[in-house]
């Protein structure tokens, strides 16, 4: 008797969770199954394939964004530990320093993982994108070979029809019987292509052997068939990867399914998805242990309840030469440190501005070099301030004894001007503006409350305009803090 195994979903086949099916035919050998058309159960499980290898790329699409979301939150970590620990809220011990460097050599590596792998789980997308292409091509075709009394997808006795609110081959086709392109659902679980196998030979179904005659796609012989040329020339022809083929010249056997009886992708067309999926799982970084106890202090509960240990060699090729651990206690500390922080964050916005010069900071070429001492700084006001002290002497005689020079050609007329390396000197105390010093420079650039006005010597903080000696204070004053926690590894 003809028969057609086929595939069933591990557990719920319309279900995310379903691994990856194939179809699979099997026709007892030596039965005829001359223009016999698939049955619906058969064509169905076809689709349930080809949907779950579709979604191999919304489970990457899920899994790259879980991988984006681990890096920002360890960076935003790293950098909240760092400024508690600038503001002095953290206790002065060595295992700050040792979370501190946790946190950063895990967003280093997540972005390295991110960076190797991302290629491969886009490989794997595709590849097994392409599988489940052929598979819905594959029904496509059948369903809409059907005319008056022939068809080649069978429904009880009559051909299948798909109406709206009931298409069984939903995972291929849409409610007007044809192929579409759609973007793939997210999904945490990864498609297992091995189970699908194993399932596929498990299960058993039947072709509908007594409605034949009704499918040319599946005829043979000198009379005719899908690739019909001329009398005794009809091409085989393979559907879905060869998971199914017909011979021009004599009826299907067993033979025409040729991956009957496997329990594995190993040796199949599916064997490349497979493959690729388990190379684009190599090394997920969000599945780190480590940085699954660090992401808990983005949040003050739950409390964490074990301790931090970071192995030897951890933090470089030789320290720390034994474990180090970081106590539950101190993280615990952490996460109660962070939530205060953000709450004092939301209602002044100081850690805002910290994290900007910070960020300034990490990005400065010169990271690891302290600032030029402030004093050899001239602001740009002084430069003015000197050069106007010059231009209000308009004779000769009077230029020459205030640091300027006259270029000009009689006693009255000329120009004024600061002398050579003169120009960047400012004026002595209590000569002329700005004699008021540093205190009077701050106070000039306070006094501007809008963006375009805060120039001369002034630099805009994203709220307010400041003295840039100030900022650059600050920004030394960061420098000092990181060199801080670098000696305190060692």
Same mark, same amino acid.
């Given at each position: 008797m003809?028969?057609?195994?086929?595939t069933?979903a591990?557990?719920?086949?319309?279900s995310?969770?379903?691994?990856?099916?194939?179809i699979f035919?099997?026709?007892?050998?030596?039965?005829?199954?001359?223009?016999?058309?698939?049955?619906?159960?058969?064509?169905?499980q076809v689709?349930l394939?080809s949907?779950?290898?579709?979604q191999?790329?919304? %489970?990457?699409a899920?899994?790259?964004k879980?991988?984006?979301?681990?890096?920002?939150?360890l960076h935003k970590?790293s950098r909240?530990v760092?400024?508690l620990? #600038?503001k002095?809220?953290?206790?002065?011990?060595?295992w700050?320093?040792?979370?501190l460097n946790s946190l950063?050599?895990e967003?280093s590596?997540?972005l390295?993982?991110a960076?190797?792998q991302t290629?491969k789980?886009?490989a794997?997308a595709a590849?097994c994108?392409?599988a489940?292409?052929?598979?819905s091509?594959?029904?496509?075709i059948?369903?809409?070979?059907?005319?008056s009394?022939?068809?080649?997808?069978?429904?009880g006795?009559?051909k299948?029809?798909?109406?709206?609110g009931s298409?069984?081959l939903?995972?291929?086709?849409?409610?007007?019987?044809k192929?579409?392109?759609k973007?793939?659902?997210p999904?945490?679980?990864?498609?297992d292509?091995?189970?699908?196998?194993k399932t596929?030979?498990?299960?058993?179904?039947t072709?509908?052997?007594?409605? #034949? =005659?009704?499918?040319?796609?599946t005829?043979h012989?000198?009379?005719?068939?899908e690739?019909?040329?001329?009398?005794g020339?009809?091409?085989t022809?393979?559907?879905g990867l060869?998971?199914?083929?017909?011979?021009? /010249?004599s009826?299907a056997?067993?033979d025409?399914?040729p991956?009957?009886a496997?329990?594995?992708a190993a040796a199949?067309?599916f064997?490349?998805?497979?493959?690729?999926?388990?190379n684009?799982?190599?090394?997920? =970084?969000?599945?780190?242990?480590?940085i699954?106890t660090?992401?808990m202090l983005?949040?003050e509960t739950?409390k964490?309840?074990?301790n931090l240990?970071?192995e030897?060699? %951890?933090?470089?090729?030789d %320290?720390?030469?034994?474990?180090?651990?970081i106590?539950?206690?101190n993280?615990?500390s952490?996460?109660?440190?962070?939530?205060n922080?953000r709450a004092?964050?939301s209602q /002044?916005?100081q850690?805002?501005k910290?994290?900007?010069?910070?960020?300034?900071k990490?990005?400065?070429?010169k990271?690891?070099?302290?600032?030029?001492?402030?004093?050899?700084?001239?602001?740009?006001?002084?430069?003015s301030?000197q050069?106007?002290e010059?231009?209000k002497?308009?004779?000769?005689?009077s230029?020459?004894t205030?640091?300027?020079k006259?270029?000009g050609?009689?006693?009255t007329?000329?120009?004024c001007?600061p002398k050579?390396?003169?120009?960047t000197?400012a004026?002595?105390?209590?000569t002329g503006?700005?004699?008021?010093?540093?205190?009077?420079?701050?106070k000039k650039c306070?006094?501007?409350?809008?963006?375009e006005?805060?120039?001369?010597?002034?630099?805009w903080?994203?709220?307010e305009?400041?003295?840039?000696?100030?900022?650059? /204070?600050k920004?030394?004053?960061?420098?000092?803090?990181?060199?801080a926690?670098?000696?305190?590894l060692?």
């Amino acid at each position: 008797m003809s028969g057609v195994v086929c595939t069933k979903a591990l557990e719920n086949p319309s279900s995310h969770s379903a691994a990856a099916f194939v179809i699979f035919l099997v026709i007892s050998t030596g039965a005829s199954a001359n223009k016999a058309p698939i049955n619906i159960d058969g064509a169905e499980q076809v689709c349930l394939v080809s949907q779950q290898l579709k979604q191999a790329a919304g %489970y990457y699409a899920e899994t790259e964004k879980k991988r984006l979301e681990t890096a920002v939150k360890l960076h935003k970590l790293s950098r909240e530990v760092r400024t508690l620990a #600038s503001k002095g809220q953290l206790s002065n011990e060595t295992w700050v320093a040792w979370l501190l460097n946790s946190l950063e050599k895990e967003l280093s590596s997540t972005l390295q993982t991110a960076e190797e792998q991302t290629q491969k789980a886009i490989a794997a997308a595709a590849v097994c994108s392409q599988a489940a292409g052929h598979l819905s091509e594959f029904i496509n075709i059948f369903y809409n070979a059907q005319g008056s009394t022939n068809y080649c997808i069978d429904n009880g006795g009559s051909k299948y029809t798909i109406s709206r609110g009931s298409n069984k081959l939903a995972g291929c086709l849409n409610d007007q019987g044809k192929t579409e392109l759609k973007a793939p659902l997210p999904s945490a679980t990864k498609p297992d292509i091995d189970a699908a196998m194993k399932t596929m030979s498990d299960k058993q179904g039947t072709l509908a052997s007594g409605q #034949s =005659a009704k499918c040319f796609l599946t005829q043979h012989g000198s009379s005719g068939g899908e690739a019909y040329a001329e009398n005794g020339q009809q091409p085989t022809i393979s559907w879905g990867l060869g998971i199914f083929t017909v011979t021009g /010249t004599s009826a299907a056997t067993a033979d025409n399914w040729p991956h009957r009886a496997k329990a594995a992708a190993a040796a199949t067309p599916f064997e490349l998805c497979h493959t690729s999926i388990k190379n684009a799982d190599a090394g997920f =970084a969000h599945d780190n242990a480590k940085i699954a106890t660090l992401l808990m202090l983005d949040s003050e509960t739950p409390k964490i309840q074990a301790n931090l240990d970071l192995e030897p060699k %951890y933090i470089t090729a030789d %320290y720390p030469q034994a474990k180090l651990t970081i106590s539950k206690e101190n993280l615990q500390s952490v996460q109660t440190a962070i939530k205060n922080l953000r709450a004092s964050n939301s209602q /002044t916005g100081q850690m805002d501005k910290l994290m900007a010069v910070e960020v300034e900071k990490l990005l400065s070429d010169k990271e690891c070099q302290p600032s030029p001492p402030l004093a050899a700084a001239k602001p740009e006001t002084q430069v003015s301030t000197q050069a106007a002290e010059c231009n209000k002497q308009k004779t000769k005689k009077s230029c020459s004894t205030s640091n300027c020079k006259w270029e000009g050609t009689t006693e009255t007329v000329g120009e004024c001007k600061p002398k050579d390396g003169e120009e960047t000197q400012a004026p002595a105390a209590g000569t002329g503006p700005g004699a008021a010093g540093t205190n009077s420079e701050a106070k000039k650039c306070s006094e501007k409350t809008k963006q375009e006005d805060c120039k001369d010597g002034c630099n805009w903080d994203g709220k307010e305009c400041k003295d840039s000696s100030i900022l650059v /204070t600050k920004k030394f004053a960061l420098s000092v803090v990181s060199a801080a926690f670098v000696a305190l590894l060692f």
